[in-house]
């Protein structure tokens, strides 16, 4: 006697050694021995022979129609072998049935089981929707493996096209061409954006990484909504009676912070330090408000940025030269020995006379200048004041403590796919005068907000590293007790917010930000990431034109400094890195570096140590 049983979800035959009621000893066609319960039993059959009984069986399932089946068993359960004797027309056989079971078992999506040996048949709208999808898969197969043959080639499949975004920089895992590109590339054990590269889908890595930071941070664009509504300075603001001065780089247009000074009957002067207010026609809530909180900041980059106010927002207020602009502006008294006697904070309008920009302010205000004791400038006079009194408070913040070195600035210039980098030196006159007096405004205005017991967005640093506080704190590298940023309004969230506090400070109004407001706390949090964000990608950018003016100007050997073991930062572009030929080197040394492979993509470049150019 023979059994064809069913066991763990799989059809199995045996010979029955020996039969226990409840249980069956068997032994397999391959001679191993188990014990079978009773009720798994299906089929008891004296003949054929167990040995082959499963592949005879399956060679009759095969040959069964199993669209044909399916009609025939109607829509009540049923128990196979009474389907069995239907379709054959006769008392099945021991082959017959074992088919038409195995037929019925590996068919799930045309038969439902219900039990040990029993079915349904599934409904035709449902049986319609199984065999779609399995008809879509195979489809799907089918294009995948076209896909995969297309990359292999390193051809871009036309569907790639429009879904390029997607694939490079947010794929969606599930989709078809994903997996196509992600089978691909382990096949030619590439990452997926460089065989997309190979497959002409990159033309332009400047895009790409562009793309890239803009598809995570700017999921809507880069571009303003068309409907804002009209920006217009507030009227009735009071007229001062000074003429201002703007300090910038010669591509700066939101001009932020201005200068002014008078001279007093006593010899004392009047120095006003005077910023841009949009806060006075940006309210919290309002449809720019919501932009510039959504931003928190302008985000730069060689050859553009991305503004944090739209362009009519930022002209409305910008500090340009030749217009009378409404501004938040802070005015010292100071006497001849450079002590100030006392300040104000006015909510006004002033004259815009000039905006000076460095690459001609600094031919004429450098030290050379101020050694001969003139500078052949209009505010001569006026720059020359300015910078002792920056050298006075400098001395005031810090004494004599070391400074540090202040490090070239790299400056990129970026036309046609060209780039030009030029250095320029910081800790200039000019450099001074103006940070000087921005850290005289802000820390002021933070102390005083401080002592009002007023909350702002207090920048705060003890211990090594800055961060943002409602509580202020004090900036030890500063050398000041309260610090904020509250002069760059145009271009970051932080200052339009602590501005906020000051003009209602100013005006005898309520601050419009509590100790505990929430709307505070998570501008404070927000402005934080977003601004290391921006910063990383700003690093990110100027190494990619600093590779590429390495291969554009054909670069074959760079110069560095050894800032310790293998780590150099070079001389002619912004990147530090470690370069592992160069062992036991001592800090400070130069050495000059062979330039290898330049890598666009990884924004990497091979460096190789030739030879140190000063003696240990």
């Not at 049923?78 to 037929?103: C, I, K, W």
Request: charged share 25%; with cysteine.
């Amino acid at each position: 006697m023979n059994v064809f049983y069913e066991e763990d979800g799989e059809f199995k035959v045996g010979a029955v050694l020996a039969d226990n009621d409840t249980s069956l000893q068997v032994e397999a066609p391959h001679g191993k021995r188990s014990k079978v319960k009773s009720t798994a039993v299906l089929l008891r059959f004296e003949v054929p022979e167990h040995t082959g009984f499963m592949a005879e069986a399956q060679q009759y399932a095969d040959a069964i129609d199993i669209d044909f089946l399916w009609q025939c068993c109607g829509a009540d359960e049923f128990q196979y072998d009474s389907l069995a004797r239907e379709y054959y027309g006769h008392t099945p056989g021991a082959l017959e049935s074992a088919g038409v079971l195995m037929r019925l078992h590996g068919a799930p999506m045309y038969f439902y089981k219900k039990g040990r040996g029993r079915y349904k048949a599934a409904p035709a709208e449902s049986l319609k929707a199984a065999l779609a999808s399995i008809e879509r898969k195979r489809q799907q197969a089918l294009a995948k493996a076209a896909y995969c043959e297309e990359l292999a080639a390193r051809r871009l499949p036309e569907a790639f096209r429009p879904l390029l975004d997607m694939l490079l920089y947010k794929p969606d895992r599930n989709s078809i061409e994903w997996k196509a590109l992600e089978e691909a590339s382990a096949a030619a054990k590439l990452t997926p954006v460089r065989l997309l590269q190979q497959c002409g889908a990159l033309p332009d890595t400047e895009v790409y990484h562009l793309n890239r930071f803009l598809f995570e941070h700017f999921p809507r664009g880069a571009g303003f909504p068309p409907d804002l509504p009209a920006v217009a300075a507030p009227a009735g603001l009071p007229l001062a009676d000074v003429q201002a001065y703007s300090i910038d780089d010669a591509t700066t247009t939101e001009i932020d912070d201005a200068f002014s000074l008078q001279l007093l009957p006593d010899g004392a002067h009047r120095l006003g330090i005077h910023i841009a207010a949009p806060a006075l026609g940006i309210t919290p809530g309002s449809p720019l408000d919501v932009i510039a909180r959504e931003r928190l900041s302008t985000v730069y980059f060689p050859g553009s940025k991305i503004t944090m106010l739209p362009e009519a927002a930022v002209e409305a207020y910008t500090l340009a030269a030749g217009r009378i602009c409404p501004a938040l502006s802070i005015y010292f008294d100071i006497a001849a020995d450079f002590s100030i006697v006392g300040h104000e904070t006015r909510v006004e309008r002033l004259m815009i006379a000039d905006n000076l920009r460095h690459d001609t302010l600094e031919p004429v205000f450098n030290a050379e200048a101020l050694a001969r004791g003139a500078i052949a400038h209009p505010q001569g006079e006026a720059l020359a004041w300015l910078w002792q009194f920056s050298g006075s408070r400098l001395y005031a913040r810090k004494g004599d403590m070391p400074q540090t070195e202040d490090r070239p600035e790299f400056v990129f210039h970026v036309a046609a796919g060209k780039v030009a980098i030029s250095r320029r030196q910081r800790g200039t006159p000019i450099d001074q005068a103006v940070a000087e007096l921005m850290i005289l405004a802000n820390s002021t205005w933070a102390g005083e907000l401080h002592a009002a017991g007023q909350p702002a967005l207090y920048r705060v640093q003890n211990g090594g590293k800055v961060r943002t506080s409602t509580a202020a704190g004090p900036h030890d590298g500063l050398g000041v007790a309260q610090y904020m940023w509250a002069s760059s309004p145009l271009r970051r969230y932080a200052d339009l917010v602590n501005q906020r506090q000051l003009i209602a400070r100013a005006r005898g109004e309520p601050v419009v930000y509590g100790s505990k407001d929430t709307a505070l706390l998570a501008a404070m949090r927000d402005f934080e990431a977003a601004y290391e964000i921006y910063g990383e990608f700003q690093r990110n950018m100027e190494r990619y034109w600093s590779l590429r003016w390495l291969l554009q100007e054909q670069v074959t050997t760079v110069t560095g400094a050894v800032l310790r073991e293998n780590l150099v930062r070079l001389d002619q572009v912004p990147i530090t890195q470690r370069v592992p030929s160069l062992t036991a080197a001592t800090s400070g040394v130069r050495v000059e570096l062979a330039v290898g492979a330049v890598d666009l993509l990884e924004l990497s470049v091979h460096l190789d140590f030739k030879v140190v150019l000063e003696p240990q």
